[in-house]
């Protein structure tokens, strides 16, 4: 694991719900991946960084800074609470600078919580990049109305964020009247090298987890080295240093004024009714504001264009940033795909699946509403020559298993079973962290938790990414979605669109291109070139390894995601052999481009896609 943490059950309630001692750090975070030695150059600028900071932080009540130059510079920043008098910040940082070293002695990254204050320390510049979730505390009760609870939570920290986050200290703390007699009193904060989107994004992260560990709990708090929030039953911030949370505008923000769906560790997704759009009315936007907020769908605010319509940025009243998909009359997908979608994805709450804000159906327009992600899609980085440096080894590797994750969350770990059916280079978006979302669930099929597979007349998906037997004979499982992410996986590696042709007697498409290169020894070959040098071969070829095992032509001989993320996660997990050659036949294709293809209806042999004996 990247990070050790060092905090205790018993700690954590002690800390948060019976009031510990100020200078006692409630949680260390420690990343043990990169070490120095005692008495080292890195050490040294350790010790001078976090002098400094803890020197500085008092005044400002923040301060960020580096130490030394590289190979031994040391990048930090330190942070009280926004509502911390000067005083008690310095009695904190005193803290700090006599204990931070100590707590995570060798490790060249750390992050610390006091009660008051944090520090968060690497050998990586992470200025600007937003570290969220990373640690959950919670109240043991319950709230005596949860739904109620949860509704009126959401809006509360929505709020505080809408206020926090353009703010020039990245704070608020408000309170919501929950009964007659009490109140919910609630916090947020980010980190100020934040800039206002990434503070509003780090937040709504840190909101969207709540439900997943802390549903209906009467205090909660979700630390992360970027931003952090808490709320309680009763007061836990100088009121009078807080700002009060306004009522949200009209019109309403849908996904942001109340709390996602409730989740459960081993279920997921915990149930709204599965009636299509109509159990989704909460999610619907008037027309007129999303013409307001788009410049009534003005050219300059477009950032993609698909085979089902174009997908522009929009702000909204309050100043949050959406991206809306206007569905193009002729497109292909009518009401019935985009109440499948919205039906899905309303049910789904994941980080490495795009959150799904609303809808509108008004005047023949089809739109959906999702959160903005800044970097647009993974194929704008993956094909273009220039932009594709700027996915370096490390960056490919966390989309590689954030898309892995996601996955596995829908066949899996959430509530329904969900097959994605179009997962490819342009519905995988990125945030600003380059953290990988699944976009686009026009086209997926929702699964019985007892059903293994499925059929289908109608092919609909994009040339390249649809798995053999979805092809031929419409059968449809999770080792379609596999086979899928198997394509994609030998595209981020390469650099290359599986759809193109390559090599030459005879030219061949992307899979056998590298196949043939597995085969014959030599897989190293068709690494991209924009990362060369600057990856290990060994991790290379066992993700090459992965991704043909994805793309074997029996569905049956595919592992489940959840082995695909063992593996990916896991070194000492051993690797299945790949089918042989002769059995592996590849998806010849002479189109290019990102070809989308919805067929009629097709002729299949009466046997379907059945489990191994």
């Given amino acids: 694991m990247a990070s050790l943490l060092l905090c205790s059950l018993m700690l954590t309630m002690v800390s948060l719900?019976?009031?510990?001692?100020?200078?006692?750090?409630?949680?260390?975070l420690c990343n043990r991946n990169r070490n120095y030695t005692s008495n080292s150059t890195y050490q040294s600028s350790l010790g001078r960084l976090i002098s400094s900071l803890s020197s500085s932080a008092p005044a400002t009540g923040f301060a960020n800074g580096t130490a030394g130059e590289v190979p031994d510079r040391v990048y930090g920043l330190a942070i009280c609470r926004g509502d911390v008098s000067p005083t008690r910040c310095a009695e904190c940082f005193a803290s700090v600078a006599r204990d931070a070293a100590a707590g995570c002695p060798g490790n060249k990254g750390a992050t610390i919580f006091y009660d008051l204050c944090h520090l968060l320390y690497s050998d990586q510049d992470?200025?600007?990049s937003y570290k969220a979730s990373e640690f959950f505390f919670w109240n043991t009760r319950n709230a005596s109305d949860v739904p109620t609870f949860n509704r009126l939570l959401g809006g509360l920290l929505s709020n505080l964020t809408i206020l926090a986050a353009p703010s020039e200290r990245r704070f608020s703390a408000g309170s919501v009247d929950f009964t007659n007699f009490e109140k919910i009193y609630g916090l947020v904060q980010c980190t100020r090298d934040l800039t206002a989107e990434s503070c509003d994004a780090c937040l709504r992260s840190e909101i969207s987890d709540i439900p997943w560990c802390c549903d209906g709990r009467k205090g909660a708090r979700v630390l992360g080295g970027s931003c952090h929030l808490r709320y309680e039953m009763s007061p836990f911030f100088n009121v009078s240093a807080a700002a009060d949370p306004q009522p949200?505008?009209?019109?309403?923000?849908?996904?942001n004024t109340s709390m996602p769906p409730a989740r459960t560790p081993a279920a997921g997704v915990a149930g709204r009714s599965e009636n299509g759009v109509n159990q989704a009315d909460s999610l619907q936007f008037d027309l007129e504001t999303l013409k307001l907020a788009t410049m009534n769908f003005s050219d300059q605010n477009k950032l993609g264009e698909g085979g089902f319509g174009v997908v522009y940025k929009g702000v909204l009243s309050d100043g949050q940033l959406i991206a809306v998909k206007r569905l193009v009359t002729n497109s292909g997908q009518g009401i019935g795909e985009l109440t499948n979608e919205v039906s899905l994805v309303a049910k789904l709450q994941h980080r490495n699946l795009v959150r799904l804000m609303g809808y509108c159906l008004q005047a023949e327009e089809k739109l959906l509403v999702y959160e903005f992600l800044p970097n647009k899609s993974l194929d704008k980085f993956l094909f273009d020559p220039f932009k594709s440096m700027e996915l370096t080894w490390e960056k490919r590797v966390k989309i590689i298993e954030g898309i892995a994750r996601g996955l596995l969350y829908l066949h899996e770990d959430s509530r329904l079973k969900i097959i994605h059916r179009d997962l490819k280079a342009s519905n995988i978006l990125l945030d600003e962290g380059m953290n990988p979302k699944i976009a686009d669930f026009g086209l997926a099929r929702l699964f019985?938790?007892?059903q293994s597979y499925g059929n289908t007349n109608r092919i609909a998906g994009t040339f390249g990414y649809m798995a053999p037997e979805y092809v031929m004979?419409?059968?449809?499982s999770t080792k379609s979605d596999v086979y899928s992410f198997g394509v994609l996986l030998l595209e981020i590696v390469t650099g290359r669109k599986c759809v193109s042709i390559y090599g030459s007697n005879p030219p061949t498409d992307l899979i056998t291109f590298i196949w043939r290169r597995w085969d014959g020894g030599n897989p190293i070959q068709v690494l991209d070139k924009a990362i060369v040098g600057g990856c290990s071969t060994e991790e290379?070829?066992?993700r090459i390894h992965i991704g043909l095992l994805c793309v074997q032509p029996d569905p049956l001989e595919r592992p489940s995601m959840s082995f695909v993320v063992l593996?990916?996660?896991?070194?000492?997990?051993?690797?299945?052999?790949?089918?042989p050659l002769s059995s592996f036949t590849g998806m010849n294709t002479s189109t290019s481009g990102d070809t989308r293809v919805t067929s009629t209806p097709i002729d299949r042999p009466s046997h379907s896609l059945a489990p191994k004996k």
């Fill in 248 to 255: 949200p505008r009209l019109p309403p923000v849908p996904a």
């Fill in 473 to 476: 004979k419409g059968q449809i």
């Fill in 567 to 579: 593996m990916l996660s896991s070194h000492s997990t051993s690797l299945p052999k790949v089918v």
């Fill in 17 to 28: 719900f019976l009031g510990s001692a100020a200078d006692a750090p409630i949680c260390i």
């Fill in 448 to 450: 019985g938790n007892e």
């Fill in 126 to 128: 992470f200025f600007g």
């Fill in 540 to 542: 290379v070829l066992r």
